[in-house]
């Protein structure tokens, strides 16, 4: 399997530069992109095509802080047990508990501004976490997965917040 970060000649390591990225992205996908083998063999064809795919299935996960550090998790042979493994602190439990019940309180006032506030809160909170994991990932990989499993939950909420957002602006 290709390494995603060697993909795109970046150093393996969660804090990466997000527009060195996107431009080796777009220089690779310029590269590789099934468009220009229109007139190549078919082998070539789908050699392209699984190269764009390869890239764009890389860019997704190393855009994206929580699946990069997923990735650089998986990379060490850590997995996070995101779907078996629900345990978490009691202040975190808190801090969900609280954030569903402004959820649920916004939602029942209609208050869009309240929802803005919070996910204001949980970006705040997902970059402290995100902080946490860059330095647990190369100190205390297998505690960084605990903090992906806070940070997935960060970025569900926050999917949800946005599209009750959306429901309400309609």
Do not use: C
Request: aromatic letters at 8%; a negative charge.
């Amino acid at each position: 399997m290709q390494n995603y970060f060697a993909l795109f000649q970046l150093p393996q390591q969660f804090n990466i530069e997000l527009a060195v990225l996107d431009s080796n992205y777009r220089k690779l996908l310029a590269e590789v992109h099934p468009d220009k083998f229109v007139n190549a063999s078919s082998a070539e064809r789908m050699q392209s095509m699984q190269k764009a795919t390869l890239a764009n299935e890389a860019y997704k996960i190393l855009k994206q802080p929580t699946s990069r550090a997923r990735y650089l998790l998986q990379l060490a042979g850590i997995e996070t047990e995101e779907e078996n493994n629900t345990a978490m602190p009691a202040d975190f439990l808190m801090a969900q508990m609280e954030w569903r019940e402004a959820i649920d309180d916004a939602k029942f006032a209609k208050d869009i501004a309240a929802l803005d506030a919070l996910l204001i809160d949980m970006r705040a909170q997902a970059n402290i976490l995100q902080q946490q994991v860059a330095e647990e990932i190369t100190q205390a990989p297998t505690q960084a997965a605990m903090t992906v499993r806070k940070l997935r939950f960060i970025d569900k909420v926050s999917e949800d917040v946005n599209q009750l957002i959306a429901q309400l602006e309609d």
